[in-house]
């Protein structure tokens, strides 16, 4: 809602002046719901409808009914579904929405660390203990855990230390991801969710469809990561 606002803003301040300066980049792109037909059918994009705006696809396809006022369809991931009323509060809504982000996150990076030892250990990589929920207790050996078998990689022999070192780095980076930037000025003004910039050296968000879309594709793999 902020960004068509702005983008009209942006517009009507452009034609009062009368000058010829560059348009802002919120004024060159069209808006989200205009992406997604909200607007019309005229502006439609056929792309994105399905999964933006009020005629969006509901978690119970047409059985699903009239969703709740606030799930309209503008962030990515909302099929109508919170019988709860989880998110009907916005403050609640915008950090379970952050929650579920970060959580699906990390749940995809957790399969990955599930599948990824048992396929190089079936490849013939020397991997002591390839099975995910067998492999930490090798930190109780004589020795330690020494990842993918070699010492110079990780090796990990106190549980105290290794949570730790845990703790501190993950309350730095969270500490950081919530004041918005790091010492330095290391990702100031990016946003919590979606920062771009530095984060996103190959470009895949530079198109605003394309990023609405990533968005999607990234919650729906992510809750498929937090559920299995």
């Known amino acids: 809602m902020m ?21 802002s980049v919120a004024s060159a792109r069209k808006t989200l719901r205009e992406r997604a037909g909200w607007w019309g059918p005229s502006g439609g994009d056929s792309k994105l409808s399905p999964w933006y705006g009020p005629d969006r696809n509901k978690f119970l396809g047409p059985l ?5 006022s606030y799930l309209t369809g503008e962030f990515p991931g909302d099929y109508g579904w919170d019988t709860a009323g989880l998110s009907a509060d916005p403050q609640s809504f ?24 048992e396929l190089l250990a079936a490849q013939g990589t020397p991997i002591v203990e390839p ?8 930190i109780f050996q004589d020795g330690g855990l020494n990842y993918l078998g070699d010492s110079r990689l990780i090796h990990a022999q106190s549980i105290i230390a290794t ?50 879309e990533l968005k999607v594709k990234e919650i729906k793999n992510g809750r498929l990561a937090m559920f299995s």
Request: hydrophobic share 40%; proline share 7%.
């Open 94 to 117: 915008a950090r379970n929405r952050e929650l579920e982000l970060i959580h699906a996150r990390w749940a995809m990076l957790g399969a990955l660390g599930c599948i990824t030892p």
């Open 163 to 212: 949570l730790a070192v845990q703790v501190i780095l993950m309350g730095a980076v969270e500490s950081y991801r919530n004041n918005g930037g790091a010492p330095g000025g290391f990702g100031e003004g990016l946003d919590k969710l979606y920062p771009g910039g530095a984060f996103d050296p190959l470009g895949l968000a530079d198109d605003p469809d394309t990023l609405a």
């Open 3 to 23: 960004l068509a606002k702005n983008t009209i803003q942006a517009r009507l301040t452009k034609k009062g002046t009368g000058g010829t300066q560059k348009p």
């Open 64 to 68: 699903s009914g009239e969703p709740p």
């Open 131 to 138: 099975i995910w929920f067998k492999a930490g207790a090798q």
